[in-house]
């Protein structure tokens, strides 16, 4: 199954906005983040077993404060272990997280002008956010909405 992308997840230091719902808070999201990566720590990249096994060890709507127990974070990078862009292509995350989600902020960016991603990508620059506060930026539509209110 091929999952839907957007640049726009890679961005400032990897978005996770789809990886949960119901955010807490910027400290209570960092503290769940940094007990998975805990959690995370052993598994073998190279064994889709034990990648199967990490992904298995909570139902999918088992969040931690509102983030995916799958999340963790490496050299400030935000990202997904079972991710097809972390596995050769292989997609781990099937049955556990809807992977043609995309935040509406993503979905409307795929269909403008080259121009205006442009604009929106300096816009997002110009925040000088953090991952995390990106991250939630994107999942409330924030960004999105002040973005098209100048433009």
Request: overall charge negative; aromatic content about 8%.
């Given at each position: 199954?091929?999952?839907?992308?957007?640049i726009?997840?890679?961005?400032?230091?990897?978005?996770m906005?789809?990886?949960?719902?119901?955010?807490?808070?910027k400290?209570?999201?960092?503290?769940?983040?940094?007990?998975?990566?805990?959690?995370?720590?052993?598994?073998?990249?190279?064994?889709?077993?034990?990648?199967?096994?990490?992904r298995?060890?909570?139902?999918?709507?088992?969040?931690?404060?509102?983030?995916?127990?799958?999340?963790?974070?490496?050299?400030?990078?935000?990202?997904?272990?079972?991710?097809?862009?972390?596995?050769?292509?292989?997609e781990?995350?099937?049955?556990?997280?809807?992977?043609?989600?995309?935040?509406?902020?993503?979905?409307?960016?795929?269909?403008?002008?080259?121009?205006?991603?442009?604009?929106?990508?300096?816009?997002?620059?110009?925040?000088?956010?953090?991952?995390i506060?990106y991250?939630?930026?994107?999942?409330?539509?924030?960004?999105?909405?002040?973005f098209?209110?100048?433009?």
């Amino acid at each position: 199954m091929v999952y839907t992308k957007s640049i726009l997840c890679q961005l400032n230091g990897g978005c996770m906005g789809c990886c949960g719902h119901s955010f807490v808070s910027k400290k209570k999201i960092e503290e769940a983040i940094k007990k998975n990566t805990l959690e995370f720590m052993g598994v073998d990249l190279r064994s889709e077993e034990e990648l199967i096994e990490f992904r298995d060890r909570a139902l999918p709507r088992d969040l931690r404060d509102g983030v995916c127990r799958n999340l963790i974070e490496k050299e400030g990078k935000i990202f997904c272990p079972l991710h097809p862009e972390q596995n050769d292509g292989r997609e781990l995350r099937t049955g556990h997280c809807d992977i043609n989600y995309l935040c509406r902020t993503a979905r409307e960016f795929l269909s403008w002008s080259e121009e205006k991603q442009e604009r929106f990508l300096k816009f997002i620059d110009s925040k000088k956010l953090d991952n995390i506060e990106y991250s939630m930026k994107m999942n409330d539509n924030s960004l999105f909405m002040e973005f098209t209110e100048i433009n």
